[in-house]
């Protein structure tokens, strides 16, 4: 579980994020969604520890943001890199065997040897394991990259908008594996996502923000409303049900 | 390829024992008294030095590579190498009579300093342009550069300075290089944190997931450049280009793992450099071409070549 107390931060003097309460249970697909501008990113680098906590308080399960030793947190919540992030020169064996440094700290055993062939079966990566990343597709990158994230074997994995720059394909090929890793490997997800149909069709739980706050937190059928679209982007889209599931006529 | 340029290597510095103004063959090394003595005074002693500088000039390139996140950048060019001669000549100006080891620790000290500076530049350069952050770091190391020249010029040490300002094997001899054994050590310690320095290349986000120590890896991969930068100067001068030219080659073959790719380095460094200094003993026999300037001209072309064919694997 992750628990957010009364989160502030300012940058520049501006105020990214307004005192943020918020609750995210173990398991499940959450995604967080909003405006340009909502504190999406910055509620997740937080979270990520990739910036310096300024008030209010994070846990995750018994860990606190800030407190908690860098190393000690990289084995229970991982970060996906973005993929602007340029690819290093390595093979995709190479990468994913990075993702158990948490563990090994440079000196790997079987153990993690084994772990890293898992991850390459899991995200049948096998084919592609002594290529290098220079030389693979944004999308076969992007599943090496997450194959890494997935060996290093942690309670909670958080995106950062990871669907920018993929086709219909990739995007739906991550989701889909985010979803899996959810429901048959106990992960917990939190994905920062632009589109709404995405989040609508593959999150069990959307957390709606705006102007540094929380707007609503639910089931994607009860947060994606009209009403919300109004509130939180100001845009009057029409929201239509089919067989128990939301789309947003765009 | 491993085993390929371990036998270069040996092959080359069997050559380098049995090249130089006195005559040496493999047969007055059995008959003659003073063959040996010519071996373990200054071949053996020279031959050690070229693979040891070579190796860890080559290998602290690649660390810088990887704490600064460009390909194109290295010690002896981006001003760590001018902050060690800085410090040497500072110490012969204000304490000509100290010894050896405290020169040493002043280049070190001065050699870090330069190192942090340019580091502390190169953060608050725009991560899109790559060539930029070369360009800061020859114009940075230029301008230190100028600085150790213009107060050698004031104090008129012009020509003391120019022994560290290029590079040169022939004044090695037993008694006077062992320093560079020290070299070795650091290199080799920075070899165990190979892994560490290869996370770091992958950048700050994926640091930070791997839970890597940022600032530690970062002040340990700062030192062992600098120890390593500040040694080889305080004891045969400034090679250029080794650190630069090498590890690029190498990873555009092997790639970037360093746990793997490190050892390939260093032996290409040391085997480029060898032959260098091989070729300078003999192209103007019995004359020598400090290696220095034979790498120079040679690696200048180098980077020529990976400046224009290096374009689809910038950062």
Redesign the interface.
């Known amino acids: 579980m992750i628990t957010i107390t009364d989160l502030s931060y300012d940058r520049d003097e501006t105020p990214v994020l307004r005192g943020v309460d918020l609750t995210l249970n173990a398991g499940g697909v959450k995604a967080l969604i909003g405006p340009n501008g909502a504190g999406k990113s910055t509620l997740l680098s937080l979270i990520a520890r990739l910036i310096p906590m300024q008030s209010g308080r994070i846990m995750v399960d018994d860990l606190e943001i800030g407190a908690c030793a860098n190393d000690v947190l990289a084995r229970r919540l991982a970060i996906l890199p973005q993929a602007s992030e340029a690819a290093p020169l390595l093979t995709v064996r190479e990468l994913v065997g990075f993702g158990r440094y948490p563990y090994h700290k440079g000196r790997p055993t079987a153990a993690d040897r084994e772990k890293v062939e898992d991850a390459l079966a899991t995200f049948e990566l096998q084919a592609l394991a002594e290529r290098r990343l220079d030389s693979l597709s944004g999308g076969q990158r992007q599943r090496a990259q997450v194959a890494m994230i997935f060996a290093q074997d942690t309670d909670y994995i958080l995106l950062d908008e990871p669907l920018n720059n993929l086709d219909i394909a990739a995007s739906r090929g991550l989701m889909r594996t985010l979803q899996d890793l959810a429901q048959h490997h106990a992960r917990t997800i939190v994905i920062v996502l632009h589109d709404i149909n995405y989040a609508a069709a593959y999150a069990n739980e959307i957390v709606a923000m705006k102007d540094g706050g929380i707007v609503a937190q639910g089931a994607p059928q009860d947060v994606v409303t009209e009403a919300m679209l109004r509130e939180v982007y100001g845009t009057a889209a029409a929201v239509h049900r089919i067989d128990g599931r939301v789309l947003v006529g765009v | 390829m491993a085993l390929a340029l371990a036998g270069m290597l040996v092959a080359l510095s069997i050559i380098s024992l049995f090249v130089g103004v006195i005559d040496l063959s493999w047969a007055a090394l059995w008959s003659e008294p003073g063959a040996i003595d010519l071996l373990v005074v200054s071949r053996g002693p020279r031959t050690i030095a070229v693979v040891i500088s070579g190796g860890a000039l080559a290998v602290s390139g690649a660390i810088m590579q990887m704490l600064v996140r460009n390909r194109f950048v290295e010690p002896m060019t981006a001003g760590t190498g001018q902050g060690a001669a800085l410090g040497i000549l500072l110490v012969t100006l204000f304490a000509p009579g100290a010894s050896i080891l405290v020169k040493m620790l002043l280049a070190s000290i001065t050699a870090l300093g330069a190192a942090v500076g340019f580091l502390a530049i190169v953060q608050r350069l725009p991560p899109v342009q790559p060539l930029l952050v070369a360009l800061v770091g020859l114009i940075y190391g230029g301008i230190l550069g100028a600085v150790v020249t213009f107060i050698a010029y004031q104090a008129d040490l012009l020509q003391y300075v120019e022994i560290w300002m290029n590079g040169e094997f022939s004044g090695v001899l037993q008694g006077r290089y062992e320093l560079i054994w020290l070299v070795a050590v650091v290199a080799g310690l920075a070899y165990?944190?190979?892994?560490?320095f290869?996370?770091i290349?992958?950048?700050?986000?994926?640091s930070?997931?791997?839970?890597?120590?940022y600032r530690q890896t970062m002040v340990l991969g700062l030192l062992a450049i600098s120890i390593v930068t500040a040694l080889t100067v305080v004891t045969v001068g400034m090679i250029p280009f080794v650190g630069l030219v090498v590890p690029n080659i190498v990873?555009?073959l092997a790639?970037?793992?360093l746990?793997r790719t490190l050892p390939l380095t260093a032996m290409s460094g040391a085997a480029l450099v060898l032959a260098c200094d091989i070729f300078g003993r003999i192209i103007r026999y019995p004359y020598e071409i400090p290696v220095g300037t034979v790498f120079g001209a040679i690696g200048a072309g180098l980077f020529l070549w990976l400046l224009h064919g290096a374009k689809?694997?910038v950062?």
């Open positions: 165990l944190a190979a892994d560490q290869a996370i290349g992958m950048g700050r986000t994926a930070i997931n791997l839970g890597l120590n990873a555009r790639g970037d793992n746990r689809r694997h950062w």
